[in-house]
């Protein structure tokens, strides 16, 4: 026992010295702020994606339009400190409590979609979010031009705070998401996911669980949102669209979904290729196509179901192996 | 094997000694020592299902005693499936009641129903096949723990508390028909026989009034239909009461209580095994549908 | 009363387009169950195509048109051959599918852009006389000609898949597989030929247009995706609700910006997409079901 605990220890203190050392190391090494700003950026996409998970991984709705939630609890903040003046730590939690709601709302009469045509409402539902904030009644959302945010005044010009800022809230954020699956509600999201029917016959109110799903994730991805306005200090209607989206889901299918560390690993890889195919300017996006197809094609589980996939095997063999040998003694 | 053959005989000597003590009791009191001894928990009454145009089941009304094994049978298409499913909550009745326990179920959704106290397992083996066994029986749980989102996201102690008693009883019902070893498999690993006994206690999980079995022994060799045989008087003698759906003759004849026979959607017969197997309704009724013999 | 008449023509040009691109989900989605992204991404290709041909090549616009037809047609099955059916065999979760028409959608949009920029180009004028009055309406030739080649393709794909041989094949494949598979019908050509169908159609759709809006490289994938709406108003899946639907999209679309605002006409396509999902998603048609539990 306490060998196994010892165990669990040591990565633990390993993987918390390189977290507070990253920033440091990136700046050395680099000599600007650059690669700070992407590893803050990397936090935020790993709320929003771990959010995303939770809707696809575990409870089985697939969204294509979680970009709108995102910015939608961005402009929230934004413009309620800007005309307002209310203070951001009463704005930000304002952000993501509207996406939640209206991931609710949405997934109100729409979890009783299937799947494709869920993906349709969604995609809808982002349409209609960015040519709001486009044209918007009275130009108060500035339109197409997009709005300047003011970043956290305890966090302004230093990139390196905001790591550690943005660290402290992904920590949250992903022993949020652990408790939740491990609990009578996430093995309710799983077991919707598995069997519907079965769900709905064991007693699971499953509307009520993919709502519930639905405004859990929204408020993931809302609150990424508000941080990545912070940040950067802008937001325009252009991030509500697909691409933001199917960024999103990309991330959380290549780390593997459905698994903690696998929405991790998908924002880290998926986010280091695109600053290095960044160079490559108008054949970026060629580029992050064929990408997408060849990580499809090849890998459909993830890395995280590929090393599970390759785990099992071998433990198979060493199975069959034993049969055989107990067979041979025999 | 030896082992099972013997829990069988005791089994079935102990379904002997009920039997012979219904007699008494039917003998002695009649029909009011009955109901005290097994009131009715779960009644339809008239119950009627209509697809566009297609009668599927008919004014059906039958009673399910408490403690009792209550069985249905009847021909493919008879109706057997489509009256539990209403009862189950997937098909809403077209018109006719059903009563648990006086309560008015008709209407309500699946998981109001289990709520109430009526789990079900299926024909076709609907388990959640990457969750694991343990988990599985856990889900079967859902509406008798009381933690709710908020308490799951803080992952507050009574929460904690909850889960890991629930995962401790979870495996004493997986010990009960022998999955323990299982216990953290992907459930869509076991074999089918063992997948069929993991729906049954992932049924009973949650602790219901009535369970409906959708022909638990199919696809079962023999050895697991006789396994399945004591389990189910297992499963009485604990205090449960069972609706079956059954096309094995030799396991309904053998557990049943009482019996229900439906015919093109309609009641035909009902009675104790003996009564069924003596009535010539429903003998013609099986020579005339199908080869399955009484 | 003119306001009108120019109204309705543009509504029906649009709306006629938008009906070919539904149609093009509704065979889709009946032969294999899946939903396209690539579709609006194929009058794309059609409409570059079809510059290729008639304007770069200066073949003539009967030859070019064929030509783009067939080209698409390829495309169309080489799709479900090389990615479509290889994730299929694999078992994968539909969202791959899904994910995997969105990556060939920025494939074939960045590709398009790196042939011929991102600079919107011209399609030359299919006929001399630039204008045509039809009962007191003056409207550009080419939109007359657009609402005339999408009726008689309608009509051809109606004939086709109720009066020939190969298209009761793609009905009944497209039904149950495996009946049709019993009775000696080639499941397999027949979705593959359904997917080059749609495509095929698509492109002659961007040739249609692209004399009236110009080329650019992500005009399939705007009328894409309010082509779904076309689809879903219609009742999924089934091809004359997919007409329809796209017919009374267009118009509606049309005179709103005509009669009310310009701003929201963008919207307007998504607003009745998201309201037909959510409270008639069986379409006018009635088509099937596409709800869960």
């Known amino acids: ?330 | 094997m030896a082992d099972i053959v013997k829990d069988e005989i005791l089994a079935q000597e102990e379904t002997d000694k009920a039997i012979a003590k219904e007699a008494e009791l039917q003998a002695a009191g009649g029909k009011a020592e009955d109901d005290k001894a097994h009131p009715v928990v779960l009644e339809t009454r008239g119950v009627t299902i209509q697809f566009g145009g297609l009668t599927a089941v008919d004014h059906a009304s039958i009673k399910v005693r408490k403690g009792l094994i209550t069985a249905l049978i009847g021909p493919n298409g008879a109706g057997k499936t489509t009256l539990f499913n209403a009862v189950s909550g997937v098909y809403i009745p077209t018109s006719g009641e059903v009563l648990l326990n006086g309560e008015h179920l008709e209407g309500k959704r699946g998981f109001q129903i289990n709520e109430a106290g009526i789990s079900r397992t299926y024909q076709v083996i609907n388990l959640f096949r990457s969750m694991t066994v343990l988990e599985n029986v856990m889900v079967g749980m859902h509406t008798r723990l009381k933690s709710n989102f908020w308490s799951d996201l803080f992952n507050s102690k009574k929460k904690r508390e909850e889960d890991a008693e629930a995962r401790e009883k979870a495996f004493e019902w997986l010990k009960f028909v022998g999955l323990d070893e299982y216990a953290n498999s992907p459930a869509g690993s076991l074999s089918y026989g063992k997948q069929r006994l993991l729906e049954i206690v992932r049924g009973l999980a949650s602790d219901p009034q009535v369970i409906l079995l959708d022909e638990p022994a199919a696809g079962m060799n023999s050895t697991e239909k006789l396994e399945l045989d004591a389990l189910l008087k297992q499963i009485l003698n604990m205090g449960y009461t069972i609706l079956i759906v059954e096309h094995d003759m030799k396991l309904i004849m053998n557990i049943s209580d009482y019996i229900y026979v439906l015919y093109h959607g309609a009641l035909l017969a009902e009675g104790t095994p003996e009564e069924i197997q003596a009535n010539p309704d429903v003998i013609a009724a099986y020579l005339g549908g199908e080869d399955d013999v009484i | 009363m003119a306001v009108f008449k120019i109204l309705l023509i543009n509504g029906l040009v649009i709306g006629a387009i938008y009906g070919l691109i539904a149609l093009g989900y509704s065979l889709v989605y009946r032969a294999s169950g899946l939903m396209s992204f690539v579709q609006g991404d194929m009058v794309t290709i059609g409409a570059y195509l079809g510059i290729t041909f008639y304007r770069v090549l200066g073949l003539p616009f009967a030859i070019s048109f064929i030509l783009t037809f067939a080209c698409a047609f390829g495309i169309g099955m080489l799709l479900e051959r090389g990615v479509i059916r290889v994730l299929l065999s694999r078992n994968v979760i539909p969202i791959y599918i899904v994910l995997a028409t969105i990556a060939i959608q920025y494939i074939i949009q960045n590709t398009a852009q790196a042939f011929y920029g991102s600079v919107t180009q011209r399609f030359p004028a299919i006929f001399s006389k630039p204008t045509l009055t039809i009962l007191g309406v003056t409207a550009q030739t080419e939109a007359y000609f657009c609402l005339l080649i999408s009726v008689i393709l309608m009509i051809l794909l109606h004939f086709f898949m109720t009066k020939t041989k190969f298209g009761t094949a793609m009905r009944g494949s497209a039904m149950d597989a495996m009946a049709a598979e019993s009775v000696g019908i080639n499941t397999s050509l027949s979705t593959g030929v359904t997917w080059g169908l749609s495509a095929g159609i698509a492109s002659l759709a961007g040739m249609l247009l692209g004399p009236m809006y110009g080329v650019y490289t992500t005009l399939g994938a705007t009328i894409g995706r309010k082509g779904f709406a076309g689809a879903v108003v219609g009742g999924y899946g089934n091809m004359y609700g997919a007409m329809v639907g796209g017919l009374l999209l267009g118009l509606v679309e049309t005179f709103i910006s005509g009669y009310w605002s310009g701003t929201y006409k963008n919207m307007v396509a998504y607003i009745i997409l998201l309201l037909f999902l959510l409270i008639k998603p069986t379409g006018i048609f009635n088509e099937s079901a596409i709800q869960d539990v």
Request: aromatic fraction near 14%; glycine fraction near 10%.
């Open chain 1, 1 to 330: 026992m306490k060998t196994n605990s010892k165990k669990k220890i040591l990565p633990l203190i390993i993987g918390a010295v390189i977290l507070l050392a990253l920033p440091f190391v990136a700046q050395m090494i680099t000599g600007n702020d650059y690669w700070v700003l992407i590893l803050c950026t990397m936090l935020i996409y790993v709320i929003a994606v771990s959010g995303l998970d939770i809707l696809f991984g575990y409870s089985g709705q697939i969204s294509l339009g979680h970009a709108s939630f995102y910015v939608i609890a961005a402009y929230t903040t934004g413009l309620l400190n800007n005309y307002f003046n209310i203070p951001l730590f009463i704005t930000i939690p304002c952000g993501a409590i509207l996406a939640a709601l209206l991931g609710a709302a949405l997934a109100y009469p729409a979890s009783r979609l299937k799947f494709h045509f869920l993906s349709l409402a969604t995609v809808a539902f982002g349409e209609i979010t960015y040519y709001f904030l486009y044209t918007s009644p009275g130009g108060f959302t500035n339109d197409y031009k997009g709005i300047n945010i003011r970043s956290i005044p305890f966090l302004e010009g230093s990139y390196t705070k905001w790591y550690f800022w943005l660290l402290l809230w992904a920590i949250i954020f992903v022993v949020a998401k652990i408790f939740i699956v491990n609990s009578r509600t996430g093995r309710a999201f799983i077991a919707i996911r598995e069997n519907t029917h079965a769900a709905d016959g064991m007693g699971v109110n499953v509307q009520k669980y993919k709502i519930l799903a639905f405004a859990i994730s929204a408020f993931y991805v809302g609150f990424a949102g508000t941080m990545y306005a912070h940040l950067y200090k802008y937001i325009s209607p252009e991030t509500a669209r697909q691409k933001q989206s199917v960024l999103f889901l990309t991330m959380m299918l290549f780390g593997g979904s459905g698994s903690i560390v696998g929405s991790m690993i998908g924002v880290v890889i998926i986010e280091i290729l695109l600053e290095l195919i960044r160079p490559l300017q108008e054949y970026q996006m060629l580029l992050y196509g064929i990408l997408l197809l060849i990580v499809i094609i090849a890998l459909p589980g993830g890395i995280v179901g590929g090393v599970r996939d390759v785990m099992a095997d071998r433990a198979k063999r060493k199975l069959q192996k034993e049969g055989e040998g107990g067979a041979q003694n025999g």
